[in-house]
């Protein structure tokens, strides 16, 4: 660290070329070795050789129906192993795989479709198809049937290639398609060390479903690049469940949202006992969260800060001890600093997050938007929108976003695509949408209306049809009037501090 709020401490090792992302994360395991535990009512395991091989064979069935190098492929996969066979096998012969949430509503995946123009639609893992898309589609005996295909050979390149693309909310409150190159995944080896503590023997259980991006990158594809063990969860909801898969199934690490924790804890912590650690992301953990679960398990948690466009690069380890109060330190190999109106600020200052505009997990861009994409740069820096402080150490403390967007449970959510379906609502007059502090450590996505009447059914029925669950409100306040600023703009950040 310098006299500013600069990290810059060794770059991270060029990424290696000809490369294929699919190729890269398939090669470390042993054939025989579990590469997967699909823990349900019963116990599904893939060796290596078994993923290698359904990779490979539904590549060469995405070839055989015709489809070619940059096509897109929208996934709409729930939570079933197809999720990452197809994602990979799509990224192996140069389609352009987009992972979805499996929460979206119909109309929300016929925007995506009318932007995106996929070559193919895929649905399995109990989402069926959606008529008249107007695309393609495949539906769940299509994409086991990719499988029985002659296996294809991955296509080697460029490293700075498009690879495939992720769905995040926006600020103007339209959902944006975020391009990643071959090279993001590479990347993530900074997050081995510098946060994961990540090892070839490793068992690594994450909480999340396979459609999640924390669960792709944090609990698939960083323990097979290592040639580790991924296991993920697809029975019923329980909260008291994970203790007992930690037990049963030997897990070394287990990787959650911070809610995954506060539910762990208030049902009380047991099974843990032989866990090397938990990892948490998405939002900061409570501070009553965490120190709940280390009391009760005795168990440190490594915690990370990070954003759909270039993944974690702020985290905790066991190499990097936790400060209390932090989100962690920057990991080695990035390039990272704290940025004022003139440039970057004395240590323990506020200012934006930014990133090296050459960090190898930045994104390509955002699809077909050239002006929000420039807007995101200030000449090497790629700015985040959180504002920080760090340390002469190079610990970030996380302070907020400089604009209004939400969190809800790990998902960044406009408050203005929220609010523009309060509003199709007859007789909603005004309407706003915050996050509150409905108990201690527990915050959730109110809406605020002003109406003549309680409309909180109607709003209820509405945010159902037209936004996934979680960009739903948790509560509705019907209210006199909005918080108005001078320029005649809602003051979200009133609304922040609301008390029923």
């Known amino acids: 660290m310098t006299n500013l709020s600069v990290?810059?401490?060794?770059?991270?090792?060029?990424?290696?070329?000809?490369?294929?992302?699919?190729?890269?994360?398939?090669?470390?395991?042993?054939?025989?070795?579990?590469?997967?535990?699909?823990?349900?009512?019963?116990?599904?395991?893939?060796?290596?050789?078994?993923?290698r091989d359904a990779v490979w064979r539904t590549a060469g069935g995405l070839l055989d129906m015709g489809l070619v190098k940059d096509d897109r492929l929208l996934l709409r996969i729930g939570n079933d192993a197809a999720f990452p066979v197809v994602f990979l096998a799509a990224i192996a012969v140069g389609v352009v795989p987009v992972p979805t949430s499996a929460l979206l509503t119909d109309?929300?995946?016929?925007?995506?479709?009318a932007e995106l123009n996929p070559a193919l639609v895929a649905f399995a893992g109990g989402l069926d198809p959606i008529p008249d898309l107007g695309v393609p589609t495949l539906d769940a005996k299509g994409v086991a049937q990719l499988?029985?295909?002659?296996?294809?050979?991955?296509?080697?390149?460029?490293?700075?290639?498009?690879?495939?693309?992720?769905?995040?909310?926006?600020?103007?409150?339209?959902?944006?398609?975020?391009?990643?190159?071959?090279?993001?995944?590479?990347?993530?080896?900074?997050?081995?060390?510098?946060?994961?503590?990540l090892r070839s023997d490793d068992r690594m259980l994450h909480a999340g479903a396979f459609n999640w991006t924390y669960t792709l990158g944090t609990g698939l594809l960083d323990p097979?690049?290592?040639?580790?063990?991924?296991?993920?969860?697809?029975?019923?909801?329980?909260?008291?469940?994970?203790g007992r898969l930690v037990t049963e199934h030997k897990a070394t690490i287990f990787a959650a949202s911070p809610g995954v924790y506060r539910q762990i804890v208030e049902t009380g912590a047991q099974g843990f006992d032989k866990l090397r650690h938990g990892l948490s992301a998405g939002e900061k953990m409570p501070a009553a969260v965490l120190n709940a679960w280390q009391q009760q398990t005795g168990k440190p948690v490594f915690e990370a800060l990070g954003m759909s466009e270039v993944s974690t690069f702020v985290s905790s380890s066991p190499e990097t001890p936790p400060k209390l109060g932090t989100s962690g330190r920057v990991q080695q190999g990035r390039r990272v600093a704290v940025l004022g109106e003139d440039g970057p600020v004395a240590p323990d200052q506020p200012g934006v997050l930014a990133v090296s505009k050459d960090d190898p997990g930045l994104m390509l861009g955002y699809?077909?938007?050239?002006?929000?994409?420039?807007?995101?740069?200030?000449?090497?820096?790629?700015?985040?929108?959180?504002?920080?402080?760090?340390?002469?150490e190079g610990y970030v403390t996380y302070l907020g976003r400089d604009d209004d967007m939400l969190n809800a449970g790990g998902y960044r959510v406009s408050p203005i695509e929220v609010e523009a379906a309060m509003l199709a609502c007859d007789g909603v007059l005004q309407a706003a949408a915050a996050e509150v502090e409905v108990r201690e450590g527990v915050r959730v996505i109110a809406g605020f209306y002003v109406a003549e009447a309680d409309l909180e059914t109607m709003l209820t029925e509405i945010c159902a049809e037209t936004l996934a669950k979680y960009k739903r409100p948790?509560?509705?306040?019907?209210?006199?009037?909005?918080?108005?600023?001078?320029?005649?703009?809602?003051?979200?950040?009133?609304?922040?501090s609301w008390k029923s």
């Open 147 to 197: 499988r029985t295909s002659e296996p294809a050979d991955p296509v080697m390149g460029a490293a700075d290639r498009l690879a495939y693309m992720i769905y995040t909310s926006g600020t103007s409150g339209k959902p944006r398609a975020v391009m990643h190159a071959h090279r993001a995944v590479w990347a993530r080896r900074m997050m081995w060390q510098g946060w994961f503590g």
């Open 367 to 392: 699809l077909d938007q050239p002006t929000e994409t420039a807007a995101k740069f200030r000449g090497d820096w790629f700015v985040t929108g959180d504002t920080v402080s760090m340390d002469a």
């Open 474 to 496: 948790r509560m509705f306040v019907k209210m006199d009037a909005l918080p108005m600023g001078a320029n005649n703009k809602v003051q979200r950040k009133a609304l922040r």
């Open 224 to 242: 097979w690049a290592i040639g580790a063990t991924a296991m993920v969860y697809t029975g019923p909801p329980d909260r008291s469940v994970w």
């Open 107 to 113: 109309i929300e995946v016929r925007r995506i479709v």
């Open 7 to 51: 990290f810059d401490q060794g770059r991270a090792a060029p990424c290696p070329e000809p490369f294929n992302l699919t190729r890269y994360i398939l090669d470390a395991g042993a054939d025989d070795a579990i590469a997967l535990e699909v823990i349900g009512t019963t116990t599904e395991r893939w060796r290596y050789a078994d993923l």
